[in-house]
């Protein structure tokens, strides 16, 4: 869904930073580091959270290490008018662990992490590939994954 631009200053970029870099840290640190008082990072966090710029506090995990071997882009064609439908399924498919809708060639890029390549096999052609509304995929394997938020 669309959504407003908040109007951010220079203070609640650097918080923005330093939760990027380690959400798991205290917000006494946080203050420190952007030189405001801990209650004002505090208000700051809040009032990012409130106004829905930051969305949720997650882990950055390795997925190799973590037992998901196998990692493609999978592209998608898809019939007029069935985004909508076709989001809240893809949604529900656990080894989807990124959907963007966008321009050019293909409607929709997914990240499909897998735990090999059977797996992998698996969720494409018996999971994606059947979905109303798409008419064809195509997939670029992952060879090598560098997370420059990590």
Not at 49 to 55: A, K, W
Not at 72 to 101: D, G, M, S
Not at 103 to 116: C, E, P, Q, S, T
């Amino acid at each position: 869904m669309p959504s407003t631009p908040v109007q951010l200053d220079e203070t609640d970029r650097k918080i923005l930073a330093e939760l990027s870099r380690d959400a798991r840290q205290s917000v006494t640190a946080i203050a420190a580091a952007v030189h405001v008082s801990r209650a004002h990072a505090y208000a700051r966090i809040n009032r990012l959270r409130d106004e829905g710029v930051i969305l949720r506090f997650s882990t950055v995990i390795d997925p190799v290490r973590a037992g998901l071997q196998a990692s493609a882009y999978v592209t998608l064609k898809l019939q007029q008018n069935t985004w909508r439908e076709l989001c809240a399924q893809l949604q529900a498919i656990p080894a989807v662990h990124h959907i963007a809708l966008v321009g050019g060639n293909f409607d929709v890029m997914l990240l499909i992490r897998a735990v090999d390549t059977v797996h992998l096999r698996q969720v494409i052609f018996e999971h994606i590939q059947q979905l109303p509304g798409v008419v064809d995929t195509q997939t670029f394997l992952v060879f090598e994954d560098i997370d420059t938020r990590a």
